[in-house]
């Protein structure tokens, strides 16, 4: 039953967001699904923060397919619901246990010396078992991802500052804990679509996204007020821009790049690239064989150039090319194995 609620929830999410992090993706969707299916919190015969203060009572905490089943649930119900949705699809998640209260952790997969390119302020993220995780505020269900992140931020900072936040993973506690075998049921998991998640919280996604890159470009925004022609800081905030889908951002750097050497190829070949996405191809193909010029022996304008012959029509030429550049450095058929396999290019 979870599975099929958490798959059907993310199916549609699947790459369909490249510059934000895949876990903050499936984790947004899945949250902000439960609030299109009308999920609400709504305290247990014995709440937690009772059984959380009194050792003498026996918790009751409904497993995950009885909280889909109802729409409701206390903290310890939805975080074990939200958990184990977490876990049918591959991403890590901790439950967080505080005097009176339990919320979810969940790992974003972002190595911890790679914090940085998780993009968002370290207020909102906690590093764990060397990955970057994100804390989340179950009882808010109902409101947007983003709010019930950043409740779950603040509620972090405010009991690890006192030294009452237990971090719990799932994966280890099953090592003691062993997941049990419900018997077969009738009842189908409930369903929420792309299109109803993103009528309820319209534009979550892009200001996200926004936020991210507000984060992201900031050290290079300020580096570049101090050396406005750092090469090496134009060309890394231009790629972050096109990276993000903000091409004309990106193409004002790399034209700063070209103001300070007209022959920079790392300007010219990214120049290149956000013409073949924008598909103007001719203009493409000057900027490659200009960027080529300036690094003949570059491999990768070398592929891009074959992806654009080959996309214009031209395999042969495509194949020619992308030969030359295997021979140049055999690590390209294994760094683009479609490419090689289209034009059948082989070791």
């Known amino acids: ?81 939200f958990a184990a949705s977490l876990q049918n699809i591959g ?57 019930a992140w950043q409740k779950g931020a603040e509620e972090y900072r405010e009991w690890s500052a006192k030294g009452k936040a237990d971090i719990i993973d799932v994966a280890k506690a099953w090592e003691t804990f062993k997941p049990v075998t419900l018997p077969p049921t009738d009842f189908k998991a409930p369903k929420a679509t792309r299109e109803e998640i993103e009528a ?3 534009g979550e996604i892009e200001t996200l996204a926004r936020q991210r890159l507000a984060t992201l470009s900031a050290d290079y925004i300020e580096r570049l007020k101090k050396s406005p022609q750092d090469a090496a800081v134009l060309g890394q905030l231009g790629i972050l821009y096109g990276e993000n889908g903000l091409y004309a951002e990106a193409l004002e750097q790399f034209q700063k790049l070209l103001a300070i050497d007209k022959n920079d190829a790392l300007a010219l070949n990214n120049i290149g690239n956000i013409n073949f996405l924008q598909d103007r191809m001719d203009d493409a193909g000057v900027a490659y064989q200009a960027a080529q010029k300036a690094a003949p022996g570059d491999t990768g304008i070398m592929v891009n150039r074959a992806r654009l012959l080959l996309r214009t029509g031209k395999k042969a030429d495509a194949k020619k090319l992308l030969q030359d550049a295997a021979a140049a450095d055999p690590r390209v058929l294994r760094q683009y194995p479609d490419l090689a396999a289209n034009l059948g290019v082989v070791k």
């Open 200 to 202: 309820k919280f319209k």
């Open 91 to 147: 991403i890590g998640a901790a439950l967080i246990d505080v005097p009176g209260h339990v919320f979810i952790l969940f790992n974003t997969g972002v190595a911890e010396q790679d914090k940085a390119a998780a993009g968002f302020p370290d207020e909102l993220l906690v590093v764990h078992q060397g990955t970057v995780w994100i804390p989340l505020e179950m009882t808010m269900v109902g409101s947007s991802f983003t709010r």
């Open 1 to 81: 039953v979870v599975s099929d609620f958490a798959r059907s929830v993310i199916q549609p999410y699947v790459d369909a967001y490249p510059n934000l992090p895949q876990s903050i993706i499936y984790a947004r969707a899945l949250y902000d699904a439960l609030g299109v299916l009308g999920f609400s919190y709504i305290l247990d015969p014995t709440p937690f923060l009772e059984f959380s203060e009194n050792s003498a009572i026996v918790d009751y905490t409904s497993y995950p397919r009885e909280t889909l089943q109802r729409k409701s649930g206390d903290c310890d119900g939805l975080s074990t619901l």
